[in-house]
């Protein structure tokens, strides 16, 4: 009988012991767990898309090891500000993102998302993407939805229409509200507005992510706006892409870093994100006055086919041109321009060139009517200083963010920040230029942008937590991508895991997809 017994307590010990295997083990790394704490050499266990283990001691078996050996083992990246409507489908592998780090975006940015949050999760878990996905509701598609393009204020039933589109896309899971007030419609629209549809995401915890009114002569005033909706609102406030654009405002971020920390210090929560290059990207209408941009293509086209209204376009944009202290459109170049992809790569002076014009800014800026007559193209706009977005990136409530949508190698010449945003601060603002830490460039790329859009299982390697897992080579990685030659993927991140799931491996991307919709809770 004795015997009996002790068999049995051996098998029950040996079946505890079998049960104790993991998925994936992460062996040898230097674990860096995204909180701002100094890394240590430590051992990840995975199962189920969860961290069961984390820490020095552990030891189970596990059907995939990585020997992290050398590298750093950190929390999957957030990429706070994205543009990914309309092109998920693109390349579902969203390998712009995955090779650069990133295992979560979040979209609907600069006030333009998809209107019907619900609808736009259910699609993005039945398309499955390499890479989680949250979302904003935009304001710029809310207000077209209700009133199109119109150059007015809102009334009281449109206002409630619109209000009715926010309530139901917080619930649906909305992280937040965002507009983009440079943009038509939400250039029209006027602060009560906002205002108003804030204190709906509030209601549901929500954030409210901005494109300020203006990042050039008047950012103080548009940052004043932010905090003033914040503060009325009763919500948090992110403000995208901080930066300074123009040459004649250069340094003033000696004056708009020191405002985002009263703000704090006065009780707003507001947060900030950048993208760590000078040139910023966005349509090449915003050179075009803004009352032009009404009521569509059509009408757009008809009002810049009126000889008064051509040369006040001409006149607004040369009084731009030499306030910004320069004599020609050489800082903006075409990214892609559908009806003539020659342009692609080359600035507005340039292609004025190409067209047999004289090289004077205002036959340039006929080349930019010439350009928006037949729809329009995007750009990249040489602008910003050095000086300030290293004295941005000091700031420490800062994220950072690619702005940009899944890429797709070889279309046109995109910004580089749609493929090297991480890696660029890993390499040259971390490792060679010692700007910040490596455990602060890791805590803003992961637990302060989870916190701050409360997704409340991410950003952290802590056990019970989502296993988006990113283990790369602080030596080595490094953004490819430049603005001359965008279309590169960056290197030395060996390993992603997303929920759990093995999607680069040696660097080389699996073809996993195991992407999910997070919804605010």
């Known amino acids: 009988m004795r015997l009996y017994f002790t068999c049995l307590l051996f098998l029950f010990f040996f079946a505890g012991k079998a049960q104790q295997t993991c998925d994936i083990l992460i062996t040898n790394g230097k674990i860096i767990d995204g909180a701002g704490n100094s ?16 820490g020095r001691d552990v030891n189970l078996a596990a059907k995939k090891i990585i020997d992290a050996k050398g590298m750093i083992v950190a929390p999957g990246f957030i990429d706070v500000h994205t543009h990914l409507e309309g092109d998920e489908d693109r390349d579902p592998k969203a390998q712009s993102f995955i090779y650069d780090g990133v295992t979560t975006c979040i979209t609907g940015n600069c006030g333009s998302s998809n209107v019907d949050i619900g609808k736009y999760f259910k699609w993005i878990d039945s398309l499955k993407l390499s890479i989680n996905v949250a979302s904003l509701i935009g304001h710029n598609d809310v207000r077209k939805a209700v009133m199109g393009r119109a150059n007015r204020d809102a009334s009281p039933d449109e206002m409630r229409k619109m209000d009715d589109i926010v309530d139901k896309a917080m619930k649906d899971g909305a992280v937040g509200l965002s507009t983009g007030l440079i943009y038509i419609p939400g250039t029209y629209t006027k602060t009560p507005e906002i205002v108003e549809l804030a204190k709906t995401a509030a209601k549901y915890n929500g954030v409210y992510a901005t494109h300020m009114r203006d990042e050039g002569d008047s950012v103080t005033y548009a940052i004043n706006e932010a905090l003033t909706i914040g503060r009325e609102a009763k919500i948090p406030v992110e403000i995208s892409h901080f930066k300074l654009s123009g040459q ?78 320069l004599k020609h459109f050489g800082y903006a170049v075409v ?18 060139l190409m067209k047999g014009r004289k090289h004077k800014a205002k036959e340039e800026a006929l080349t930019v009517i010439d350009i928006m007559m037949n729809g329009g193209a995007s750009a990249v706009f040489h602008g910003m200083s050095e000086s300030d977005v290293k004295r941005i990136m000091q700031y420490p409530f800062n994220m950072f963010a690619s702005d940009a949508t899944i890429r797709i190698m070889g279309a046109g010449m995109p910004h580089p920040r749609g493929y090297g945003t991480n890696a660029r601060v ?19 790329m992961t637990s302060l942008p989870a916190q701050k859009f409360q997704l409340k299982d991410r950003g952290l390697l802590r056990e ?44 080389k991307h699996t073809g996993a997809r195991a992407g999910i919709a997070l919804k605010n809770q």
Do not use: C
């Open 39 to 54: 890394w240590y050499n430590g051992t990840i266990a995975i199962k189920d898309g969860k961290i069961i283990k984390i």
């Open 248 to 325: 004649h405002n250069w340094g003033r971020s000696k004056e708009t870093v020191p405002m985002i920390e009263a703000a704090r210090r006065d009780g707003i929560e507001v947060t900030i994100d950048q993208y760590p290059y000078t040139a910023s990207s966005t349509s090449i209408s915003t050179l075009i006055p803004d009352e032009i941009l009404a009521d569509g293509q059509d009408s757009i086209k008809a009002r810049l086919q009126r000889p008064e209204i051509k040369k006040y376009v001409i006149n607004s944009m040369l009084a731009r041109l030499k306030k910004r202290k």
């Open 335 to 352: 990214a892609y321009y559908a009806p003539d992809t020659s342009y692609n790569g080359k600035s507005i002076e340039q292609i004025n």
């Open 426 to 444: 890993l390499a040259k603002y971390v490792r060679e230029e010692k700007i910040i830490s490596l455990e602060e460039a890791i805590r803003r």
């Open 464 to 507: 019970g937590y989502a296993a988006d897992i990113v283990i790369f080579d602080e030596n080595k990685v490094q953004d490819i991508s430049t603005y001359d030659k965008p279309h590169a993927y960056s290197i030395g991140f060996h390993f992603v895991i997303v929920n759990g799931v093995l999607t680069v491996d040696n660097e």
